[in-house]
């Protein structure tokens, strides 16, 4: 439960945002769709700062190593902090051609480049969270992301009503309250990890063979993130082609998927954790056991999410956007996002199995065929007439990436669950 109050706050970072920067205007939504895409695609690419933490860090708990849990932490943080010091940098330099390589109009691209060019500064800090995020959950503590989660939430609305309406900074005041808030959450779990890192006698000073070891964890879950990414960067280039409003409905829509869908990823997180501990503790015929549990949960709350959403989604659209396009175009993606949700259930669960079990050399591979098989059917999408409207070609986008895409996921993920061989890479 705390995991999944984590999960939840995390991405109301961006529904927030979304829902102060929609009534701006449909260009700054459709340059916050741009704008968030780049940014969850750098931070995202390095989500494995805490998939490869959490499990080594559970691993070394399980086996009685407390101070060595709290080193592989430590060595993930400082990992963090220097590959977020190098893409702040590029970032800065990188922003106005990233927002331009999505073709919008001029309009959108300058909103979408000033919003890139501000946020940059708060890469290093979410890096840091992420890899510390990783340290708590491997230390079987997800009350901790829980709190921290809850408090920068509530202090990046704060910031951004009044930086973006009273200040009158427009985007580029939400730009600047995310920072800050950002900056905030970093600091609070580098100041934990240093007391946990005091109470075990661990030392947490940069050690060369530690962050290598964690970079080296993590390489194939670089990858497989990356397979991912491909696939939201794909389904927003496909939108923007599809116009406007269809770009700004799916900047929605990715939100509440993010909201609602990835909050079912809190069973994956405690499988990260769960199943990385009793791996560790040599008691890996308890992991079968935990999967049916963690899977049957995942399916039970899919349903009762979906069936949540699909009964809000005619007022959705007016949470977001003052649009009439938009508001019309919102609730038939979000009625396909809801009827799909217990699908993306069983991939997050099954997900969160094979990264607690450090099988990340199949994640990658699977994830090639993945993107292999939907990218193609997100290009029949993207062949939606114009004439259709904009409820047609949210549609075809949101049929493309719940049914196509969750669907291969699914089948490879369940596939190699069905086996034994996974377990095998830890033991």
Do not use: K
């Not at 529904?15 to 205007?25: E, P, S, Y």
């Not at 920068?152 to 580029?172: D, E, P, Q």
């Not at 503790?281 to 999410?305: D, E, M, Y």
């Not at 062949?383 to 493309?400: C, D, E, K, R």
Request: hydrophobic share 60%; net charge positive; with cysteine.
């Amino acid at each position: 439960m705390p995991a999944l109050g984590a999960l939840v706050a995390e991405p109301l970072f961006l529904a927030t945002d979304t829902a102060l920067v929609g009534h701006l205007g449909v260009d700054p939504l459709a340059a916050l769709g741009i704008a968030s895409t780049v940014l969850s695609t750098a931070i995202g690419l390095l989500v494995f700062l805490a998939y490869a933490t959490t499990p080594a860090v559970a691993r070394m708990l399980g086996a009685g190593d407390r101070a060595g849990a709290v080193r592989a932490g430590a060595d993930g943080i400082w990992l963090a902090l220097a590959l977020g010091a190098v893409l702040a940098v590029a970032g800065v330099f990188a922003a106005h051609p990233l927002a331009a390589a999505f073709g919008a109009s001029d309009a959108v691209t300058e909103l979408a480049a000033r919003y890139l060019g501000i946020s940059c500064a708060g890469i290093p800090a979410m890096l840091a969270v992420i890899a510390a995020t990783g340290l708590f959950r491997g230390l079987q503590d997800t009350r901790t992301p829980l709190v921290i989660a809850v408090a920068g939430f509530a202090a990046n609305g704060a910031l951004n009503a009044v930086l973006i309406y009273g200040v009158g900074w427009g985007i580029a005041g939400s730009a600047v309250g995310t920072v800050v808030a950002q900056w905030g959450m970093a600091a609070a779990c580098v100041a934990i990890a240093v007391r946990h890192a005091r109470r075990e006698g661990a030392s947490i000073r940069p050690g060369l063979p530690g962050v290598a070891s964690a970079a080296r964890a993590g390489g194939w879950m670089l990858l497989r993130t990356l397979t991912l990414r491909i696939a939201l960067v794909a389904t927003t280039v496909a939108a923007t082609g599809l116009g406007t409003v269809t770009l700004a409905s799916t900047q929605v829509l990715f939100q509440l998927t993010f909201l609602f869908a990835l909050a079912l990823d809190a069973f994956a997180i405690a499988a990260q954790a769960m199943i990385g501990y009793d791996l560790g503790a040599g008691t890996g015929a308890q992991v079968r056991v935990t999967v049916r549990r963690l899977v049957g949960w995942g399916l039970v709350s899919g349903v009762v999410l979906g069936a949540l959403l699909a009964v809000v989604a005619p007022w959705l659209g007016r949470v977001f956007s003052s649009d009439a396009a938009v508001v019309e175009a919102v609730p038939v993606g979000a009625w396909v996002i809801a009827a799909t949700m217990p699908l993306g259930a069983l991939v997050f669960v099954l997900d969160g199995v094979l990264i607690g079990a450090a099988d990340g050399r199949f994640l990658a591979l699977a994830g090639v065929v993945n993107i292999a098989v939907y990218l193609p059917l997100l290009w029949l999408a993207a062949q939606t007439p114009a004439s259709a409207g904009a409820p047609a070609a949210v549609l075809a986008i949101q049929l493309a990436y719940c049914i196509g895409f969750y669907g291969i996921r699914a089948l490879t993920l369940g596939l190699r669950t069905l086996g034994s061989r996974w377990m095998g890479q830890t033991l």
